[in-house]
């Protein structure tokens, strides 16, 4: 049997407080195993992004227990998660949110930059961004690249550390059909490498492309 | 408007911590303009503020003794003279008490009428055996009331009660002036100067009309006839002169106050500025519910003054008490008054401006938010520039430049804040550092020789021989006066032989001495009368005997304000015969100071260390050297704080980046790196300005300022300029690291939802 990249145990998170509170995730249950896509659907507001960020270690669960690679989130100072984020877990955004500063082969450099990794970091950049067909837009700002060049560049960047996990929160959310398409792919070809994968949607597309369909309906995830 | 109070009300105390914050800035740059309006009102008012304590006089006469009542009739008759008074000064005395002694005391006799001094302690003399001492000589000695003091000159000696402490600002204080002022009762002086009876040789004059003053003096020159060496100093004279003594320091306070009024305004926009980012949300809602951009702005300027008007009111206060101590020691090294009560008006004037910049600096930003589309408010947008491309790499340090260049406006007014301060700091060091050579390095006023032994001529053989003696010479010093101008003292300075590897301030023109009827002149002396190369200079000697020389050239020496003259000791024994010397002392290189004061006294000699200007002077470069490090370490705290405010200011502005950036995997001290990279930039252009500001502009107009007969060099040297960017770039790391903490306490999901 493999051992699940991603295990969630009753996870439990709440926000507000007194009659404002709000559970947003009651009790939810997840396993991904690696070469899985598993596509987490529901309303907005209905705690996809949550349960991603919960996963990535950016926020603190209530309740429940998560575990990353064998390393139990809850249990992890910041600076835990923090090295867990550059080395195990890639995310993708909705927004791409690549730095204007920046390049997009910066961009994707920045991040093996933060996880300081050695020389091999520059070759593993280049060589991810010829393989996702981005060496035109490489040298160019993110605010002259097309939407669907700025998030394949931020495919590259979750991926460039060599991640277990990614986690892609409405990756085709701001994109055209045609090239909400290429980042299925894309995402589609990361899994069947042998990493887990979890993107939060609402495109049917996605779901299609997915290996199991999970959905968020009042906190519950079935 | 009682509704824009209430919303602003309920806002300031709805975020106390942030409120508290932004009190906090006001309240430092409250501070440093109280500080400096504090100094700088009390140096500009304090001589009118002295003067018309004193009952200064319009114009003050000076000549050879006369009978007052010829004197009287003749300054009566003028038609402009509203009332007179006479003195009779004795000049050259030697003051003393049980623990101190001082030369070049002046004893006046006051007579009836009015004074012209202010007694600020006891009581004015009322018989005889009293005398009335100026302030700088009782701060500086510590005389009590009640003290004895003794007076002596030639055969005369005389002991008085002091009862009362005055201020006349005709001059600057003891011991700052050549010698202390001492007030006594006429016929004490009289007696002590054997003059006859009625004898007077000042006259006070009181006009009038001021603005015909100079028509009286030409008057009054018409009617001296007979009346030998008369000169005569006006009021607005005595006070152009004093104002040289603080020009320096004035324009210090003038520079540091536009340091402070530039960094408060940085401050005060980057903290505003970053307020209104922070509620960008919900000015585009009360847009969406149909505020008008004025009324939000409005609004915001309220908020603003209402913090502003009370924490300035207090930074104010804070600042004004900081520099009250500095303040007060320098006005009495200068003769003159504290302002008292008359300071809250100016800090009142500070305080309203305060909060009218306050109020601008947060309506402002306000207006542009709530003037875009409520869409783009409403959605919080990252205000983003992007830069054109630049090859820095994708380092975290490079990444924080590229931040800063993103805003290049706003990096450029930072910079130009921070080369200001550190062009100030420079100069700060630069004259620090001088200082400390004036008090302790005879080099700074031409001095080679290290030790000086009060011994005959004849000595000069035994010393040379000593081990660690490179050269002994014989060095005498007497005290002249111009025989065209006896008003005019000087030092005439002789050595048996060359003297310039003894003592040799730098050229200003012509050239050395070469032969015994030759003479170099200090540049004070030679502006005081009016000497060039090939002129004569005509010296009046103690013995009463005249000797002259040519002007071979002019030095720039420090000592005596420049009234020097450096001549060959043949000629000037032979008119002063009874001349004591002192052998002053080479050192060798590889011997020491105290090896050689050793050997000297195990000669029997008793060696002095020559030192700097400290024996004059030390006092007032004292307050001068507390005045500047209470400046620098405010200015260091106005640094830091700028760049704390700037660096806020980016990441809340870039607070998806960074959250980004933690989502990435950057730790705390990647977050340090990048804001680092942002502050460093911002600091290292700024110290490197304010190093080519400090040298091509502040340091040539404060040298200009600080003495015309000499060439002082306040450009800040490789090490105080090392010090100044290192601890720029210190400060900045540190600014980064503070941000950063407080960046990294923020939950990363809070900053992506911001979009």
Not at chain 2, 140 to 165: C, D, K, M, N, P
Not at chain 2, 226 to 244: A, M, P, S, Y
Not at chain 2, 430 to 449: F, M, N, S
Not at chain 2, 692 to 711: C, D, K, N, Q, T
Request: overall charge positive; charged content about 20%.
């Amino acid at each position: 049997m493999i051992e699940p990249v991603v295990a969630a145990r009753g996870v439990v998170k709440s926000f507000g407080s007194g009659r404002a509170a709000r559970r947003v995730l009651d009790h939810v249950d997840l396993e991904v195993r690696p070469g899985e896509l598993v596509a987490v659907v529901g309303r907005s507001g209905s705690g996809k992004s949550t349960l991603l960020h919960l996963m990535a270690g950016l926020d603190r669960l209530d309740a429940g227990s998560i575990t990353v690679a064998g390393i139990r989130l809850e249990q992890q100072s910041q600076a835990g998660l923090t090295e867990l984020r550059r080395s195990r877990i890639g995310f993708v955004f909705q927004s791409f949110h690549l730095l204007p500063e920046l390049s997009g082969y910066e961009n994707v450099l920045l991040a093996a930059r933060l996880a300081r990794r050695g020389a091999g970091a520059t070759a593993r950049a280049r060589e991810l961004i010829a393989s996702l067909g981005l060496d035109g837009a490489a040298s160019r700002l993110p605010g002259t690249l097309s939407g669907g060049e700025q998030q394949r560049l931020a495919i590259a960047r979750a991926l460039v550390n060599g991640p277990a996990l990614v986690l892609a929160d409405e990756p085709t959310g701001n994109l055209d059909a045609e090239s909400g398409a290429t980042v299925l792919g894309l995402l589609r070809g990361i899994a069947d490498g042998e990493r887990a994968v979890v993107l939060a949607t609402h495109d049917a597309e996605a779901t299609a492309r997915a290996d199991r369909v999970l959905e968020l309906r009042d906190g519950r995830l079935g | 408007m009682s509704s824009l109070l209430r919303v602003a009300l309920a806002r300031l105390a709805g975020r106390p911590g942030r409120t508290l914050l932004a009190a906090g800035g006001i309240a430092a740059a409250a501070a440093m303009l109280g500080a400096a309006t504090t100094v700088a009102f009390g140096l500009a008012t304090g001589f009118d503020r002295a003067a018309d304590r004193a009952g200064l006089p319009d114009a003050m006469a000076q000549f050879d003794a006369e009978d007052v009542r010829e004197v009287r009739r003749r300054a009566l008759a003028l038609p402009n003279v509203r009332s007179v008074s006479f003195r009779l000064e004795d000049g050259g005395v030697e003051v003393y008490t049980e623990r101190d002694y001082a030369r070049h005391g002046k004893l006046q006799g006051v007579r009836g009428g009015e004074r012209g001094y202010a007694i600020v302690e006891g009581r004015d003399v009322r018989g005889r055996g009293e005398v009335v001492v100026e302030r700088g000589l009782q701060r500086e000695w510590g005389i009590r009331l009640g003290e004895r003091v003794g007076v002596h000159q030639f055969r005369s000696y005389a002991t008085f009660e002091v009862v009362g402490v005055a201020v006349t600002p005709d001059n600057v204080a003891f011991p700052l002036a050549n010698g202390p002022r001492l007030y006594a009762h006429y016929e004490d002086v009289r007696e002590f100067s054997r003059e006859r009876p009625g004898a007077v040789n000042i006259a006070l004059l009181w006009v009038q009309d001021p603005e015909q003053i100079d028509l009286t003096l030409s008057q009054a020159r018409v009617a001296s006839f007979g009346i030998d060496e008369l000169e005569f100093v006006t009021r607005d004279g005595v006070h152009t002169l004093i104002n040289q003594a603080a020009g320096i320091v004035i324009a210090l306070l003038v520079a540091f106050s536009l340091v402070a009024l530039g960094a408060a305004l940085a401050m005060l926009g980057s903290s505003s500025a970053a307020d209104i980012q922070r509620r960008l949300v919900s000015i585009g809602l009360l847009r969406t519910l149909g505020a008008t951009p004025r009324a939000i702005a409005a609004s915001v300027a309220l908020e603003g003054a209402l913090v502003a008007a009370l924490a300035g009111g207090v930074g104010l206060a804070i600042g004004a008490i900081a520099v009250h101590g500095p303040t007060d020691r320098l006005l009495v090294a200068l003769n003159e008054l504290g302002p008292g009560a008359a300071i809250v008006w100016p800090l009142l004037a500070c305080l309203a401006g305060l909060v009218l910049v306050v109020a601008v600096t947060a309506a402002w930003p306000a207006w542009r938010a709530a003037s875009r589309p409520p869409v783009e408010t409403l959605g919080g947008a990252d205000l983003v520039r992007v830069p054109a491309r630049a090859r820095l790499g994708a380092g975290s340090l490079a990444l924080g430049v590229r931040l800063a260049l993103s805003r290049p406006r706003r990096t450029a007014a930072t910079i130009a804040v921070l080369a200001a301060a550190s062009s100030i700091v420079l100069l700060m060091l630069a004259l620090a550092g001088l200082l400390q050579r004036l008090q302790d390095d005879p080099e700074t006023v031409g001095k080679r020789y290290r030790l000086s032994v009060p011994a005959a001529a004849t000595d000069v053989p035994a010393i040379r021989a000593l081990p660690g003696v490179a050269g002994a010479t014989a060095r005498y010093e007497v005290q002249a006066a111009d025989s065209f101008a006896l008003g005019q003292a000087f030092s005439v300075i002789g050595f048996a032989g060359d003297h310039v590897p003894y003592e040799a301030p730098p050229l200003a023109s012509g050239r050395r001495l070469a032969a015994v009827d030759e003479v170099e002149v200090g540049l004070g002396l030679a502006q005081a009368l009016n000497l060039s190369e090939g002129a004569t200079l005509a010296a009046q000697l103690p013995s009463g005997r005249e000797v002259r020389f040519r002007v071979s050239g002019v030095v720039r020496a420090l000592e005596n304000e420049g009234r020097v003259a450096y001549v060959r000791a043949s000629r000037l024994l032979a008119a002063e015969p009874f001349a004591v010397p002192e052998i002053a002392v080479l050192i060798e290189p590889g011997a020491t100071k105290d090896a050689v004061a050793t050997n000297l006294r195990r000669a029997g000699f008793f060696p002095r260390a020559v030192g700097g200007v400290t024996a004059r002077g030390g006092g007032f470069l004292e307050v001068l050297a507390a005045l500047l490090r209470s400046f620098a370490v405010v200015i260091g705290a106005v640094c830091l704080y700028v760049l704390v405010q700037t660096l806020t200011l980016t990441a809340q502005e870039r607070i998806r980046a960074l959250a980004v950036l933690r989502t990435l995997g950057a730790g705390r001290g990647q977050v340090t790196a990048v804001l680092a990279g942002t502050a460093l930039l911002i600091a290292l252009c700024g110290a490197a300005v304010g190093a080519v500001l400090e040298r091509f502009v502040v340091a040539p107009a404060a040298s200009g300022l600080a003495a015309s007969y000499v060439s002082l060099s306040l450009v800040a040297d490789a090490r105080d300029t090392g010090l100044t960017v290192l601890g720029l770039a210190l400060l900045a790391v540190l600014a980064a690291a503070w941000v950063a903490r407080g960046a990294v306490r923020r939950p990363i999901v809070a900053g992506l939802r911001e979009e």
